[in-house]
C-alpha cells in the first residue's frame, strides 16, 4: 500500500510558478506510475500529468503542455509538478494518485492510491 502526501500549493499571480511535490511511504515506489489530476470547483476532476515507474514515458493533458513538468526520484519517492506561466483557469485542487505499473494511464480510475490534494489559487 502506498500512503502519498502532497504539498506545495498556494495563491500565486497569473503568469507566476508553483512546484507541487508529493511523498510517497510505503514499499515499492518505484514499481508505481504516479499521476497528477486537478479538480476546480463545480468541476469533474482532469487528468494534468503522468509518468511512469522509470520515469521514461511521461503524458500531460493538452491544457498543461509547456507549461508544467512532471518529474520523479525514486531514491526519496517522490514525484513533483513544476508548474509555470500559470493561468487563473489553472485553480483547483491537485491530487497525486499511484497505480501499480502496467501501462501508464490519464484514466483516473485506473489510479489505486490518492493523496488528500493541495489548492493551487491563481489571481488574474
Known amino acids: 500500500q502506498v500512503q502519498l502526501v502532497e504539498s506545495g500549493g498556494g495563491l500565486v499571480q497569473a503568469g507566476g510558478s508553483l512546484r507541487l511535490s508529493c511523498a510517497a511511504s510505503g514499499r515499492d515506489f518505484n514499481r508505481y506510475d504516479m499521476g497528477w489530476f486537478r479538480q476546480a470547483p463545480g468541476k469533474e476532476r482532469e487528468f494534468a500529468a503522468a509518468i511512469s515507474w522509470s520515469g521514461g514515458n511521461i503524458y500531460y493533458a493538452d491544457s498543461v503542455k509547456g507549461r508544467f513538468t512532471i518529474s520523479r526520484d525514486n531514491a526519496k519517492n517522490t514525484v513533483s509538478l513544476q508548474m509555470n506561466s500559470l493561468k487563473p483557469e489553472d485553480t483547483a485542487i491537485y491530487y497525486c494518485?499511484?497505480?501499480?505499473?502496467?501501462?501508464?494511464?490519464?484514466?483516473?480510475?485506473?489510479?489505486?492510491?490518492w493523496g488528500q490534494g493541495t489548492q493551487v489559487t491563481v489571481s488574474s
Open positions: 494518485a499511484a497505480k501499480m505499473s502496467v501501462l501508464v494511464s490519464t484514466r483516473g480510475l485506473e489510479y489505486d492510491y
